[in-house]
């Protein structure tokens, strides 16, 4: 069965803090994996990650990919209230009409 | 702006009734999705549906039945509703094509509650 392990579930900080946030997956076929930020509403499209050891950037917010050992990291520095949300993690299999397997998220909480 | 729009953000129904929730977006893309997302399982898939009048069943699919006639537009429709499909309900959308059918937009969602 495919999985995708999102770690910690929910954290709890304060501005300015840096975070680092853990995606494992398992599954086969492997064709990128998505890091999604949810507020109250939609969740938005932050980075999408198909090779190893590249980083992807957004202003505070990085990510990368390692594929031997299957899992991503999104780090946030300099955490601001704005960045409170559950992050989402997701990973695409070749093939499979571009359905999306979710992680559980991670409840980011950031206290001024 | 390109958007998926959800038709309702809120509803409340009573046990039985027949539900239909709407969604349409207008980037003209392929495949739609329905998702169910629930405190602490993370988003779950319903059906998704890559052409018009194509639909293929997700994780979840019991319970729900899906309608694509028209490109834009794909709904999700809960024949009798139960209790236990009390949940907020993600639709979202992607284009094929290189990376492109993996980068869903979503819909702001609609917040179900069922008595």
């Known amino acids: 069965e495919d999985k995708v392990v999102q770690s910690p579930l929910s954290l709890v900080v304060h501005e300015g803090d840096t975070v680092t946030l853990n995606c494992s997956y398992e599954v086969t076929n492997f064709r990128s994996l998505l890091w999604y930020k949810q507020e109250k509403k939609a969740p938005t499209f932050l980075f999408m990650l198909?090779?190893?050891?590249i980083e992807k950037k957004s202003g505070r917010l990085s990510s990368i990919l390692d594929k031997k050992e299957l899992f991503s990291i999104l780090n946030i520095t300099a955490t601001q209230t704005g960045d409170s949300a559950i992050y989402l993690c997701?990973?695409?299999?070749?093939?499979?009409?571009?359905?999306?397997?979710f992680g559980r998220g991670t409840q980011l909480t950031v206290w001024p | 702006d390109v958007k998926v729009t959800q038709s309702s953000r809120y509803l409340v129904k009573r046990t039985g009734e027949k539900v239909f929730l709407e969604c349409v977006q207008d980037m003209d893309h392929e495949n739609m999705f329905w998702y169910r997302q629930d405190p602490g399982l993370g988003l779950r898939l319903i059906y998704f549906?890559?052409?018009?009048?194509?639909?293929e069943k997700g994780d979840i699919p019991e319970g729900y039945s899906v309608s694509r006639e028209k490109k834009e537009r794909f709904s999700l429709i809960l024949e009798s509703a139960s209790t236990n499909q009390t949940s907020m309900y993600l639709c979202a959308s992607s284009s094929p094509g290189s990376s492109g059918a993996n980068v869903l937009t979503f819909g702001a969602g609609s917040r179900l509650t069922v008595l």
């Open positions: 549906s890559y052409d018009v009048k194509m639909k």
């Open positions: 198909t090779s190893s050891g």
């Open positions: 997701a990973v695409a299999r070749g093939s499979t009409l571009g359905r999306l397997y």
